[in-house]
């Protein structure tokens, strides 16, 4: 069994084939699959999608830190009501991104903070997107870390040293198919983390794997995710298959 721990399968990039997907990812074993939102105009279609195979799909309600703009609280306040009208699996995908744009870092941060409010207050895991921003990222989480406050680094692309601090608060990393990039030395880095610290991921419809690269990404691709976190390991697809199963249920509760 594989889980996908973060796709974005909901969205119009899947509008036409969205069914065809689905059934390759089941074909290829992936018999979970978190849906991290983006904003309240993701909501709908992300809970529609999870009403449709009641066991496949585990939504989350989340901010994502490139829709925090001038209207940012209105948006918390949509998806908090969201929160308590639905049952979600934790609170994503949120963080700090300076990649686009650094103009709203002090909305970012807020957003950031309140929606970890959220997941203390609930008991859930977050799910954070971290885009040139891990010193912004990791010293907001310090500032509020409790015991008991668990979740994942999505889309991972640090270093050792990084990775060892994220490892220390108890979080995951989550892996996808940047790790078969030529030009990613990614691979360096995880060989060296035990694999029980590792979630695997597609982020579809983005970051497809070798050999579909530049191509659209979905949920039946994590399985390359997989093989490559293996090869690196030099153990079995099975093994790795099983122990990010275990890691992604313990953390999100399936």
Known sequence: MFVDSHSHI?????????DEVITRALEAGVERIVLPNIDSSSIKPLMDLTDTIPGLFFPLVGLHPTSVKEDFRKEL???????GKRKFYGIGEIGID???????????????????????????????HVRESFNEVM?????????????????????LGQAEQIIELGFKIGINGIITFKNSDLGETIQKIDPRHLLIETDSPWLAPVPHRGKRNECSY??????????LHDTSIENIAAITSKNAKELFGF
């Not at 306040?77 to 929160?83: R, V």
């Not at 300076?98 to 799910?127: C, H, M, Y």
């Not at 994590?222 to 090869?231: E, H, L, S």
């Open 10 to 18: 909901y969205s119009v990039d899947f509008s036409l084939d969205r």
């Open 77 to 83: 306040q949509i998806l908090e009501y969201w929160l």
């Open 98 to 128: 300076l990649f686009w744009d650094k103009s709203f870092l002090d909305e970012q941060i807020e957003a950031f903070v309140t929606q970890i409010g959220w997941a203390k207050n609930r008991s859930l895991p977050i799910v954070i």
């Open 139 to 159: 010293e907001q989480l310090r500032k509020v870390h409790t015991p008991g406050l668990q979740g994942v680094f999505h889309s991972f692309t640090g270093n």
């Open 222 to 231: 994590v399985v390359t995710v997989a093989a490559k976190i293996a090869q």
